[in-house]
């Protein structure tokens, strides 16, 4: 199967700060998302990129979809205690032909009041 | 409006039993994905349903089974538990076969003994 493979494994930061984080494929993806999981919930949708080098917000995150298919970016600005959570990024090669999404290891991250 | 539910939140079984999970859609969706979540990993692709039949299906071995209903809801059902199957279970909803924006229920927390 298609590997993602996400870094930071984690992240310890001042309230604050802002973060960036990434997700990196073997293969080419077609569409990337973003989700964050808290502990005791599913994972929740917070970005979703369709084309290569698209640049898309939600409030104070900021995700791109990387030029060359293979990868994709997250950033938090002025990070609150509330960003804490772990990070996923999900990719999918083709929506014509299947819906299989392939998860990255995740970024934990923690928010230092 | 009534987010994906799942049930039950948490599950005991012994190896070689066999194990039911359950899930019910977001109101107006009418697809669902079921995930295996290990312990510090990210979610792996078990199946999706659709029009009451398996569309695609990840690396998963044929003990994992699943069923549509009708009203959209749908079973994953395991058979011959091994400790190996230890793990949180999502399901995902979502709209017309390809949508991209699926939704998490909380999962299914199953232990192994």
């Known amino acids: 199967g298609q590997q993602l493979n996400q870094s930071p494994q984690s992240m310890f930061i001042q309230e604050g700060e802002d973060v960036s984080m990434n997700c990196t494929s073997s293969s080419i993806f077609n569409t990337w998302l973003w989700y964050k999981q808290e502990p005791g919930e599913g994972p929740v949708l917070l970005i979703a990129?369709?084309?290569?080098?698209e640049l898309t917000s939600n409030g104070r995150l900021t995700a791109q979809f990387g030029i060359t298919r293979k990868d994709s970016f997250l950033n938090i600005s002025a990070s609150i205690p509330s960003d804490v959570g772990i990070y996923f990024c999900a990719g999918l090669e083709n929506p014509n032909t299947g819906n299989q999404f392939y998860f990255g290891t995740g970024t934990s991250l923690t928010v230092i009041p | 409006d009534a987010g994906v539910t799942q049930s039950p939140t948490h599950l005991i079984k012994t190896r070689g039993q066999q194990v039911t999970l359950r899930c019910s859609p977001k109101s107006g969706h009418d697809t669902v994905s079921w995930y295996q979540q290990a312990l510090g990993q990210g979610p792996q692709f078990i199946f999706q349903y659709y029009e009451e039949e398996e569309r695609q299906r990840g690396n998963f071995p044929d003990r994992f089974s699943g069923h549509q209903f009708p009203n959209y809801s749908s079973e994953l059902n395991v058979n011959a538990l091994l400790l190996g199957d230890s793990a949180l279970y999502l399901c995902?909803?979502?709209?017309?076969?390809?949508?991209?924006?699926?939704?998490f229920g909380p999962g299914t927390r199953l232990t192994v003994l």
């Open positions: 995902a909803s979502s709209f017309g076969g390809v949508g991209v924006e699926q939704f």
């Open positions: 990129l369709y084309k290569a080098g």
